[in-house]
C-alpha cells in the first residue's frame, strides 16, 4: 500500500452523522456500544487504509459529542441531531471546539522558525502548541473539545512522548483521536494509552458507485478499475479519476503484456518517468511533501495497478468473476503468483529507501523472465 497521502482528506471529508458513514460496522459498533454505556476512551486510534472513511467518521463522533440535542431515544444507535447551532458549525467547518491538526498547521505557527520549515511530519512544536497547550484550555461554546490529529503516524518519536501525558490522562472535556494508515509506525507507548479502532477497506462496488457520484462524466467501467486499483480506498479512487490513472493502468499494463528481456529496460525508464510526473502531481497538491516521499506513493501507486494487472489472473484462475476480465492475457497462475511476489518485494526494497530506478529496473527484468 502506497504510504499515507494527505490529499485523501480534502476529497472525502464530507460532515456526516455516524449513520451515514457505511461499510465500516465494526467502528459503528464500538463507538455505539461506548455511547450507550457512557464510556467513551478520551484516546482514540482509528487505524486503517487512508481514504476509507476514517476522518469522516471522527468529525460524526465529535459532531455527536458536540451536538446541543443529539438524539439518544434508538439505544443503539445515538447520533448528533445535525441541525442545531453546533451541527451547523461542524458542518461549516467553523466550530471552535472541533481541531483538526495536521503537520501543515506548521505554517500558523506563533514561531518563525517553525514556520519557515518544511512540515516533512507532525514535530513537537505543532503537537505542543495546536494540542498539548490547547487541552489546558476550557472549551469555547460546547461542553467538550475534540482534537482530531490527520497523519498521526506522522507525529515524530519526540513529539509523541511529549504527547503522552495528554494521551494518559486529558481533562474530562477532551476527547482526542489520532487518525493514522500505519499504527503500527506509532510508538507502543502511544498505542498502549488510545483505544484502537480498525477501518476496513470499502466494497469495490460501493467505490465504484460513489465515484460516479462524485466525478463529474466518468463512465461505469472506468469507474469500475479505478474502485479495484485503489483496492477499496474512495479518496485514492477520486485522486485517481483526477489524474487520469485508468490511462496509465492501461499503458502498464500493454508494457506488462509484451514485456521481455529486451523491453524491460525500455519499459523501466518509462515506468520512472510516469512516477515522476504523478509525483510532481502529489507534491503540487501538498507542497510539504518531500520529493522521495512524493515519489514513493507515485510508484506504489504503479507498482500496485502492476499487483492488480497480475492479481487478475489469479482472480481469472480461480474462476472468480472480475471487473478486468476483458484485460486477460496469457498469463497463468503460478506465473502471476510469482511476479506479484516479485512487486511486493520492490515495495518493500522502495519502502528501505532503495534507489527507485534500479529497484524498477531489477523487477522489470525479473518479471520478464518469470
Ligand atoms: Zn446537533
Known sequence: MPSSNSA?????????????????ARAQRLIQH????????????FHGPDGVGKEMFAHAVAKLLLCESPNLSDEANKDSCGTCQSCVLINAGNHPDLHLVYRQLAANHPDSAVRSRKALDLGV??????????????PTVGPVKVFVIREADKITPQAQNALLK??????????????????????????SRCQMVGF?????????????ELVEGLDDTTAQ?????????????????????????????????????NSASTHSKRIVDIAK???????????????????????????????T?????LHAASGRSNPLAALKQGVNQEMAARSIDAISDAEFRLSQNAHAPLCIDGLMFELASV
Request: aromatic letters at 6%.
Open 200 to 212: 476496513a477497506s470499502l466494497p469495490v462496488e460501493f467505490v465504484a458507485r460513489k465515484l460516479i
Open 166 to 191: 495528554t494521551l494518559e490522562e486529558p481533562p474530562e472535556t477532551t476527547f482526542l483521536i489520532l487518525l493514522a494508515s500505519a499504527a503500527e509506525r506509532l510508538l507502543a507507548t502511544t498505542r
Open 34 to 45: 461506548a455511547v450507550s454505556s457512557d464510556r467513551l476512551p478520551h484516546a482514540y486510534i
Open 125 to 138: 512544536d505543532v503537537i505542543r502548541h495546536f494540542v498539548i497547550d490547547a487541552v489546558g484550555l476550557r
Open 8 to 24: 485523501l482528506s480534502d476529497v472525502t471529508v464530507k460532515c456526516v452523522c455516524l449513520r451515514d458513514v457505511q461499510h465500516q
Open 277 to 307: 510526473e504523478s509525483a510532481d502531481r502529489y507534491k503540487k497538491r501538498d507542497k510539504n511533501l518531500s520529493d522521495s516521499a512524493a515519489r514513493r506513493v507515485a510508484l506504489g501507486d504503479i507498482l500496485g495497478a502492476m499487483a
Open 309 to 313: 494487472w497480475y492479481g487478475n489472473h
Open 225 to 261: 478499475l479505478l474502485a479495484v486499483l485503489s483496492q477499496g480506498s474512495l479518496g485514492r479512487a477520486v485522486l485517481y479519476a483526477q489524474d487520469g490513472f485508468a490511462d496509465v493502468f492501461g499503458e502498464v499494463a500493454q508494457m506488462l503484456v509484451g514485456l521481455d528481456q
